[in-house]
């Protein structure tokens, strides 16, 4: 396929999924649920996916310091185990970033209904206040979402440099394996607290975002 044939079907798979999520808005407002309530509730999610996707990291840390550990037993069950953790690990990662990619969506269409609907004012401050609450809330959104990224971007070094060491220890089960992947436990555990600093911060700003901007 040509570049050029190729940009056009690009251009025509994103207006088929624009087009597809716009009747899906749609049909959730005939049920009289609106654009700001599935944001609300994303967000939710987002923040609950967040911390159990934290939660899957720290396990699986856990089972690594385990293996670090190892004095005696099964090596292999053991080995097991931790392969078992960063797999669960790895999928609530990327069901957390799913979210958040879910969360970007509702939130441009959102946006872009509202700055729409200003030009259908007649008072024009009416139009203006309408204007200041759609800059406050596209800016609190913002924050929002730029820390949700920077907490999925921190999750990508950590468990990658987690999967080398799970790798390593499968192609080499035995002792000098685990004194090798001993040494990398001080950089892992800086993933791990640099990881945890983000999830907090875009956890407090989730927080913060659904306070104030909740339909009471």
């Known amino acids: 396929m040509s570049a050029a044939r190729r940009a056009v079907a690009l251009i025509a798979l994103f207006a088929l999924l624009a087009a597809c999520q716009s009747a899906y808005y749609g049909t959730l407002e005939k049920f009289g649920i609106a654009k700001r309530d599935v944001l609300v509730d994303r967000i939710a999610a987002a923040r609950a996916s967040q911390g159990e996707a934290e939660q899957a990291y720290v396990d699986a840390l856990e089972q690594f310091r385990s293996v670090v550990a190892f004095d005696g037993g099964n090596l292999e069950a053991t080995y097991q185990k931790l392969k078992g953790e960063l797999d669960v690990a790895q999928a609530r990662a990327a069901t957390m970033s799913e979210r958040i990619g879910a969360v970007e969506s509702v939130a441009d269409a959102?946006?872009?209904e509202w700055t729409k609907e200003l030009t259908q004012y007649q008072d024009a401050g009416l139009r203006a206040r309408s204007k200041g609450q759609l800059d406050r809330t596209r800016a609190r959104?913002?924050?929002?979402?730029?820390?949700?990224?920077?907490?999925e971007a921190s999750f990508k070094p950590a468990l990658a440099a987690l999967?080398?060491?799970v790798l390593y220890l499968?192609?080499?089960l035995n002792a000098v394996a685990i004194g090798a992947i001993k040494d990398e436990l001080p950089r892992i555990q800086a993933d791990a607290?640099?990881?945890?600093g983000d999830i907090r911060k875009a956890t407090q700003e989730a927080d913060r975002f659904l306070r104030e901007f909740k339909t009471p």
Not at 141 to 151: L, P
Not at 193 to 196: E, Y
């Open 170 to 172: 499968k192609h080499n």
């Open 110 to 112: 959102l946006f872009r």
């Open 141 to 151: 959104y913002e924050t929002v979402r730029q820390a949700m990224r920077r907490a």
């Open 163 to 165: 999967n080398d060491q």
């Open 193 to 196: 607290d640099r990881l945890r």
